[in-house]
Nanobody
Framework: QVQLVESGGGLVQAGGSLRLSCAAS????????MVWFRQAPGKEREFVAA????????YYENSVKGRFTISRDNDKNTVYLQMDGLKPDDTAVYYC?????????????????WGQGTRVTVSA
């Protein structure tokens, strides 16, 4: 079973940038569809961005389009989330997740492997 470890969260002012990383163990990373979700205090977990196995197709939640970029490096077993133009509403714990079968999905139920999360706080 692959394991995921997120990093890169922190405190940033509105308008700033952060780059999240999600490192995967194991040899099957290139066969995984990867996704980022986030969960703000008192809210349900929500889809942020997803990427297919090759990295050729990406998908975004509407509120982050044009500000966030998901990418992956299959040689380094890592998926990234570059977050620019951060807003206070982006404050949340960000989770990466992996799916063995099927393409990227915006439903959390489709993902069987999750990281522990990394906290992002955006101050006004």
């Amino acid at each position: 079973q692959v394991q995921l470890v997120e990093s890169g969260g922190g405190l940033v002012q509105a308008g700033g940038s952060l780059r999240l990383s999600c490192a995967a163990s194991g040899r099957t990373f290139s066969s995984l569809s990867m996704v980022w979700f986030r969960q703000a205090p008192g809210k349900e977990r929500e889809f942020v961005a997803a990427i297919n196995r090759s990295g050729g197709n990406t998908y975004y939640e509407n509120s982050v389009k044009g500000r966030f970029t998901i990418s992956r490096d299959n040689d380094k077993n890592t998926v990234y989330l570059q977050m620019d133009g951060l807003k206070p509403d982006d404050t949340a714990v960000y989770y990466c997740a992996a799916r063995y079968f099927g393409g990227p999905s915006d439903s959390a139920k489709e993902y069987s492997v999750w990281g522990q999360g990394t906290r992002v706080t955006v101050s006004a």
